[in-house]
């Protein structure tokens, strides 16, 4: 690829726009739920980056876009764009740019639901003082599923707390265990902290025979994509007070009203909040000016995972 000659259209969400970006590029503003740009936009975009949202339309417009070249997401998650693309495209993720937030609220949810915070707002909402012994992060055995960058990012944040830490991905290498090594490695664990993408081989991972290897008392955090846990198995075992829970993701998502989540003991639940906070959009637009730099100039893109 070389260094561009021609204008070349990029299509962009409002909050990563930049007066920084490169010369050569002529630069469009969509966000979901926005009407479509006009036509000759459409025609000319040659690198579209996706508004920060799960909705459809961010994905159906990619078939508006006849001279697309790249795709790329701000979520490190990418399965629910599969679906729109086409051959020739090169997909790049945000791999990176939800590290720091991800991992606060790994870390949160875990200590949250040992030192007992939400039994201290129920308590309070009664007026109660609900003094007790509970636990600490301290002295546990914290397994990470998934040890990309964020699985990383959380296990950098949880040293300062005297844990000891185990790391399994799909692809084992030095300190680190494959999926093979689950079974041996889940019965070892306190606390487990799930940060695997979603994936055909992830779907359901985490199951009923994966839960019944938990220890009793166990944690089970879930800050990656809902469809990695098998809902109804973990309701059975919440319901039974055999282990606990903290999710940030949910399948379905967000669950129905009158459903089994919203009820279940047991339970820590956030609205996927892993990633927006005040930490994405600066990181976001990073990125962003970094990955339109790298084209502009005719450098290897980062973060590609999938190539045409």
């Not at 159906?60 to 764009?81: F, M, R, S």
């Amino acid at each position: 690829m070389g260094r561009l000659e021609t204008v070349t259209g990029v299509l962009i969400p409002s909050k990563a726009n930049s007066d920084a970006f490169p010369s050569g590029l002529d630069v469009h503003v969509w966000d979901s739920g926005d009407e479509l740009p006009p036509d000759d936009v459409l025609e000319r975009t040659e690198c579209y980056v996706m508004p920060y949202t799960f909705a459809p339309d961010t994905g159906d417009i990619i078939g508006k876009l006849p001279n697309v070249k790249i795709v790329q997401t701000l979520t490190a998650g990418y399965e629910h764009v599969l679906p729109y693309l086409h051959d020739g495209l090169t997909l790049c993720n945000a791999r990176g740019v939800h590290d720091a937030s991800t991992a606060e609220l790994a870390v949160t949810l875990t200590l949250a639901s040992l030192r007992g915070i939400p039994t201290f707002v129920e308590a309070r909402a009664r007026e109660e003082w609900a003094f007790g012994w509970y636990e600490s992060l301290a002295d546990k055995t914290v397994l990470i599923v998934g040890y990309g960058a964020i699985g990383q990012a959380i296990e950098s944040r949880l040293v300062p707390f005297e844990c000891d830490v185990l790391r399994v991905a799909r692809t084992a290498r030095d300190g680190v265990a494959g999926f093979d090594a689950l079974p041996e490695l889940v019965g070892r664990s306190d606390v487990i902290i799930v940060i695997c993408p979603l994936t055909d081989e992830t779907r359901g991972l985490v199951g009923k025979e994966f839960l019944a290897r938990m220890r009793d008392g166990a944690l089970l955090v879930n800050v990656a994509r809902g469809g990695i846990v098998d809902t109804d198995a973990l309701v059975a075992e919440l319901s039974e007070g055999r282990i606990r829970a903290a999710l940030d993701v949910t399948d379905p998502e967000p669950p129905p009203p009158g459903h089994a989540l919203w009820h279940v003991p047991g339970l820590l639940m956030s609205p996927h909040v892993g990633g927006p906070t005040s930490a994405f959009w600066p990181r976001a637009r990073r990125l962003v000016r970094d990955q339109l730099e790298r084209y502009a100039a005719g450098e290897p893109l980062a973060n590609v995972v999938i190539t045409p």
